[in-house]
């Protein structure tokens, strides 16, 4: 049983003992039963104390248990805070580090509740597409009236259980010992004549409860555009205060039943499963011992440099940072600064932060300055022979043991590893512009990479509030592979029929953050070209519509250049249809003796996203990533993908890809069906009923 029964002196103490973070499972969930009954039972037993073992009083439900038969089996959560709630014998809470969701639900339902300071209070499920399922939609209200009980239920966020000391919600947030205060608070109120108090039967005081319902509802509508938990969140704590508790609590089950089988919630879920599970690698160890990464140097002060070091300054760790010539170097840190300046100014940084994190940067122009460096991230020109240079002068310079990162996005892994005689050390660390913003950073594996280089970066990442996502060594690794193909796709279907501004807005309906015309237009047509001329010498069989290469040709690199796919005015980012761009396409489908012809909005979003899966597939036979999850969190956090969806392999799953692999082999049968070679894996799943999250 994931919970221990112990007695001490009169008190019974239920201890949820469920590691990692004591989620109410069913063996839980049947363990409080029968410890609740059984100080019932016991004459000597006059008051019950509930707490958590480890790092937390409760995270609440177990997820892992959604939609499988655990998860409705009785005892559910609602059964167990009855029993809790209905015990004669008074119950108390005593809190610590975590309760969130069902775990707060729980303590809710005791008659009385202290805490320890520092504990993080929530109710996050709309977080996951849900909401608070166990009565929190009820009771929360009652215990800390109805704005603030709102607020924590649509916002998800937790709040510190010192900051709740006079709301209600704790009889005592006691500074000491905690086990003893319970001790002490259960032996008080077990001397105490019942009946003990129950939040249920607390009113909900609000001068205006529909004026300010309304108000959130007018508040949440914005961020809720794709996602309905919010909304009904809303909707379970207004029926509670206009139906009365009862009443309120059926709704609310209704609801929390409805939405855990929305995609909605599947997706969400998927994601905080994913992000966990991204850092797991199959092969390293999760005992593996890291490196101690004291000191960092990061080589190159541009764009990337200089937001790479801001991610370790912000977490404290102090960073050297070498350029060739002291113009670059002052140029650099005159732009880190301005960054900072500017968070400042939005009340996000006290100045004096500011200054810390600016004295964290020793400027160098000599790389003996990097020789204590225990990591060094190399983000210089993106050309093989300008890597050559830095590694081959890091391996002279940096100690034994030092870890050596490329910020590649593009270049092969081993070769710059074989520049050093230290390959074991060398990793590949791929931020996304801007770098110190974007979430995602792509760990790119060499074939000799060490184990313990890549659990000690997995690790730093999440020091730096990255999401790292492994990749094997391949062109583009996993997000510009796959973002290629997407970008194929979308000059493919300009060629045969669309314009720029259709296909941007369609995919942007799907959800996607920006269209890959807008998207293209602000980072740089140019960009793309070069690629694509790289492609052409390196891959001459690899059929590409050459209709962007006919703009670039033109000069119109996009917003840098006052119009590219779109046209631009000065000053504003507007992204305006160009005539003359239309036109050039028009003429080009004609050159290309390709009939233009309709194509609808579901037409392009398959193509798109498709292209993106069909990719996905084969980095996942290939081994490049080591499961779907970890593509859908490179593109959750990385390319603007719609996080109500979950992710390319997760919106294929639900799509199902029965359906996926109809859909490219029709595409496959048309003009520029050459583009499409259906991953084998696509079908084999599909044939046995697959998807590819199992
Ligand atoms: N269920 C199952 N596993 C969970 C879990 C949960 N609720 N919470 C965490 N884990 C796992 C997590 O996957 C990881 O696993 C490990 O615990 C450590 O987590 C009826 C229905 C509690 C603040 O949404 O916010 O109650 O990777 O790395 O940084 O209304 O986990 O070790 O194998 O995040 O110290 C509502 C979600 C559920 C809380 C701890 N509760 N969890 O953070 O550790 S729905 C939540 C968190 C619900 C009721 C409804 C955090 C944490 P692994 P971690 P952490």
């Not at 009652?142 to 704005?147: D, F, H, M, S």
């Not at 030092?402 to 270049?411: D, F, K, Q, V, Y």
């Not at 997000?479 to 995919?507: H, K, S, T, W």
């Not at 761009?581 to 309709?598: H, L, T």
Request: a neutral charge.
């Amino acid at each position: 049983m994931a919970v221990d029964y112990t007695t001490h002196d009169g008190v019974a103490v239920i201890t949820l003992n469920n590691p990692p973070v004591n989620g109410l499972g069913l063996s839980t969930r049947a363990g409080i039963v029968e410890g609740i009954e059984r100080a019932q039972n016991d004459p000597a037993i006059k008051a019950i104390v509930l707490t958590g073992a480890g790092k937390a009083f409760s995270g609440g439900a177990d997820i892992t248990e959604f939609n499988t038969p655990k998860a409705t089996q009785e005892p559910t959560l609602a059964t167990v805070i009855k029993a809790v709630e209905g015990s004669a014998k008074p119950v108390v809470a005593a809190i610590h580090s975590v309760a969130m969701g069902g775990g707060l639900e729980l303590a809710l339902g005791a008659h009385y509740r202290i805490a320890a300071p520092g504990a993080q209070i929530a109710l996050p499920e709309v977080k996951l597409g849900i909401l608070p399922g166990a009565g929190g939609t009820q009771r929360l209200p009652r215990a800390i009236g109805l704005e603030a009980a709102l607020n924590m239920i649509v916002s998800g966020a937790p709040v510190m259980s010192e900051k709740l000391a006079d709301s209600g919600l704790f009889d005592e947030v006691v500074q000491g010992d905690l086990a003893e205060a319970a001790l002490a608070f259960a032996r008080k109120v077990g001397a105490q004549a019942g009946p003990h108090p129950k939040v249920r039967d607390r009113k909900i005081e609000h001068p205006n409860a529909a004026g300010f319902i309304q108000f959130a509802r007018n508040t949440v509508a914005a961020m809720a555009k794709n996602f309905p938990a919010p909304g009904k969140c809303i909707d379970a704590v207004e029926a509670g205060v206009q139906n009365g508790f009862d009443k309120g609590l059926a709704f609310e089950r209704e609801c929390f039943i409805a939405l855990v089988q929305t995609p909605e919630s599947r997706a969400l879920r998927h994601a905080f499963f994913g992000e966990r599970a991204a850092s797991k690698i199959p092969d390293v160890p999760s005992d593996t011992v890291v490196r101690d990464i004291r000191q960092v140097a990061v080589i190159g002060a541009g764009t990337m440099g200089g937001g790479i070091a801001m991610n370790f300054i912000n977490a404290g760790i102090p960073v050297t940072l070498l350029e060739t010539k002291q113009e670059a170097l002052d140029r650099g840190l005159a732009t880190i600064r301005k960054n900072y300046e500017a968070t400042v100014k939005k009340g996000k940084l006290k100045p004096e932060a500011l200054e810390q994190r600016m004295a964290l940067i020793t400027p160098t122009l000599s790389y003996d300055d990097l020789k204590n460096a225990d990591l060094i991230v190399e983000a210089v020109f993106e050309e093989l022979g300008v890597k050559e240079q830095v590694f081959k002068r890091l391996d002279e310079v940096a100690k034994a043991g030092a870890i050596l990162a490329s910020n590649t996005s593009t270049l092969d892994v081993d070769k710059i590893a074989a520049f050093t005689k230290r390959p074991q050390d060398v990793v590949g660390m791929h931020f996304f512009s801007p770098a110190n913003v974007m979430k995602l950073l792509e760990v790119v594996r060499g074939k000799e990479t060490a184990k313990d280089v890549l659990a000690t970066v997995m690790q730093l990442a999440k020091k730096i509030k990255k999401t790292a996502v492994v990749s094997g060594v391949c062109d583009g690794f996993i997000g510009n592979r796959m973002i290629e193909q997407y970008i194929r796709q979308a000059l493919f279907m300009l060629e045969e029929g669309a314009l720029p501004a259709q296909v941007d807005r369609a995919i942007e309906k799907f959800g996607f953050a920006m269209g890959p015309f807008r998207m293209s237009d602000l980072a740089g047509n140019d960009i793309g070209w070069a690629i694509r001329k790289r492609r052409y010498l390196e891959h001459p069989d690899m059929h590409y519509s050459k209709i962007a290469d006919r703009l670039c040709e033109t000069g119109r690199f996009g917003q840098k250049t006052g119009g590219g796919w779109y046209d631009y005015k000065a000053g504003d980012r507007t992204a305006y249809p160009s005539k003359v761009v239309d036109d050039m396409i028009g003429a080009f489908s004609k050159e290309a003796n390709v009939e233009r012809r309709k194509i609808g909005d579901e037409e392009i979003v398959e193509r798109l996203v498709f292209a993106l899966v069909n990719e996905g597939a084969k980095i996942l036979e290939e081994g490049i990533a080591s499961k779907a999850s970890d593509i859908d969190m490179v593109y959750l956090t990385g390319y603007g993908f719609p996080l109500h969806r979950g992710g390319p392999m997760l919106y294929a799953d639900t799509v199902g890809l029965y359906n996926v692999e109809r859909a490219i082999r029709r595409y496959a049968a048309r003009t520029n069906g050459d583009a499409w070679q259906l991953a084998t894996s696509i079908a084999e799943l599909a044939a046995k009923g697959q998807g590819f999250n199992g």
